[in-house]
């Protein structure tokens, strides 16, 4: 596979386009592997890339019953960030985003990494004295944060609704400038064609139907395409997690499935350059814009249990109640599209990245809305889990068992209520 | 947008109503033990298909109502008061919501 290069682009563009090969192969399913992975998503195929990058286990297959990055890889807004509290996730957000940093040239894929600072609005003095417990906690972690106060946020972003009549009147911001956006497609196809290159077979259009197991083992899986086995498999399905684990008799899980929407205007001239956050009383919003110049937008779950993939219309009227209560300016700009995606809510809002109560099944679930962010970190801890079978120490509690030790990773204090944990 | 046939209202939009969750959980007595709590506090099915749930119409007759809902398809099967006493009284008296 020849690197993508200034040069090979110049080269090409010479030769009428005709040197480029295929990102990635398109090979027919083997019949045994090393490592199987469900879920040829970010998580999915970074996991294979890791497993064959930092382990050197390379006799892999990653499945998806669509195309790659099919399902949530694209169902995103994008955004990246640390700022996480609790431990176990704080080091694991930070190594990712550490990882995030340096990703387009691991891959050599431009994966569009931009740091544009993430930028959450406050209301309250008390909002501001617990944002800078949280600021200050990651900061101890190694990640960066800062508070701005109202002159400093006015300077860098003029055009947010000052008004003192405004129902939230904005006091200030945490900002943690080291975070920013990425380009979600170029992110899967990166990873893929890396873990490719390095050996893995990514087989699309495969969907697992049925887990066949022992007592404590899996011995195949069931696919669209004939029975795959895995000496090791992992799932890395999230949003379908529940209906994996059903195949393989598992019983329940600490997840519900939940829709989350997402939004993008119509391409406009440079307008906000970092992203902006809005979390008050009911509201929740957060926008930034894409390089094509489209507002890209979210904001809370649809608030019921779906696995349908479209999301509901009071949403998308909050959100563009939000939407302009911070940016007026927005009133007049038109949806260019809409989408939703199926999220693992998970019961404390925290990831699960461990052993399963079978010996060789490894789980990779419940990302609630923090999946994209923590894509490279996913794949490097859950391959370092699957290579060595035991989980790093800062994926230690990201456990299934933590609700039974009373360890839940519950950063906003919800409780045990999967809608919450927004 | 779903329509909820709220069984003391009528047909209202969903916007009306906050939603509970898993209606087949059954909590345990006060005094069971830890792992039955942890069952019913954490552990969920999740189902992809028809499941039970449990919703409030809040801005409505702020009554907890049973739904019985594809979560797929968002079709809605069954609507019961959650409360039993109150599901049989309706049952039983001549209910001009329901029949319309």
Same mark, same amino acid.
């Given at each position: ?20 090969? =295929?990102?990635? =192969? ?101 909002? =501001? ?116 684990? =059903? ?176 | 947008?779903?329509?909820?046939? &709220?069984?003391? &209202? ?50 409505? &007759? ?39």
């Amino acid at each position: 596979m020849k690197p993508y290069s200034a040069w090979n682009v110049f080269r090409n563009g010479l030769s009428r386009q005709k040197g480029w090969e =295929r990102a990635w =192969r398109d090979p027919e399913p083997k019949t045994e592997y090393d490592v199987v992975i469900v879920g040829a998503g970010l998580h999915g195929l970074a996991s294979a890339y890791y497993l064959a990058k930092n382990h050197g286990i390379t006799n892999v297959a990653v499945l998806d019953k669509g195309w790659l990055g099919s399902g949530n890889a694209g169902r995103n807004t994008t955004i990246v960030r640390s700022n996480y509290m609790m431990p176990g996730n704080r080091e694991f957000y930070e190594h990712s985003l550490k990882l995030w940093e340096n990703l387009s040239h691991e891959l050599n894929y431009n994966v569009m990494f931009s740091q544009r600072a993430h930028v959450s609005l406050l209301h309250s003095p008390a909002a =501001r004295d617990g944002a800078a417990r949280r600021y200050n906690t990651m900061r101890l972690t190694g990640a960066d944060g800062e508070l701005w106060d109202l002159p400093t946020l006015k300077r860098k972003i003029p055009h947010l609704n000052y008004s003192a009549d405004s129902r939230f009147p904005i006091i200030g911001a945490t900002v943690q400038p080291r975070a920013g956006t990425a380009r979600h497609d170029a992110v899967a196809w990166g990873y893929a064609r890396g873990a490719d290159q390095r050996g893995v077979d990514i087989i699309q259009n495969c969907e697992v139907t049925g887990v066949e197991r022992t007592a404590n083992q899996v011995t195949g899986l069931k696919t669209s395409r004939g029975i795959i086995r895995g000496k090791k498999v992992g799932f890395a399905v999230a949003g379908n997690t529940s209906r994996l684990w =059903r195949m393989a008799e598992l019983g329940k899980l600490p997840i519900e499935s939940h829709k989350l929407q997402a939004f993008v205007s119509e391409p406009l001239k440079p307008l906000l350059d970092q992203v902006v956050v809005f979390g008050v009383g009911g509201a929740h919003f957060y926008i930034s814009q894409s390089d094509k110049g489209g507002m890209v937008f979210g904001g809370d779950l649809d608030w019921y249990k779906s696995y349908a993939q479209r999301g509901n219309l009071p949403i998308v009227q909050d959100v563009a109640e939000c939407a302009t209560s911070i940016l007026p300016c927005l009133g007049r700009v038109r949806l260019l599209r809409h989408w939703s995606g199926v999220m693992d809510m998970s019961m404390d809002g925290s990831a699960f990245l461990c052993k399963t109560p079978l010996s060789n099944l490894y789980l990779n679930a419940g990302w609630n809305y923090g999946g994209f962010k923590a894509s490279p970190a996913s794949g490097w801890y859950f391959a370092d889990l699957i290579a060595n079978d035991r989980p790093d120490p800062v994926i230690l509690n990201h456990t299934l068992s933590r609700f039974e030790r009373g360890i839940n990773i519950d950063e906003r204090g919800a409780g045990p209520d999967p809608k919450l944990h927004g | 947008m779903l329509r909820i046939p &709220c069984p003391f &209202c009528g047909t209202r939009d969903h916007s009306e109503f906050s939603y509970g969750g898993d209606a087949s959980v059954e909590y345990p007595a006060l005094e069971a033990p830890a792992e039955a709590w942890l069952e019913a506090v954490f552990q969920r099915d999740n189902i992809d298909g028809v499941q039970l749930e449990t919703w409030q119409h809040l801005h409505g &007759c702020r009554m907890w109502i049973v739904v019985e809902r594809d979560t797929r398809s968002h079709e809605i099967h069954s609507v019961r008061p959650a409360h039993e006493g109150l599901a049989s009284a309706l049952a039983q008296s001549a209910d001009p919501v329901n029949e319309s």
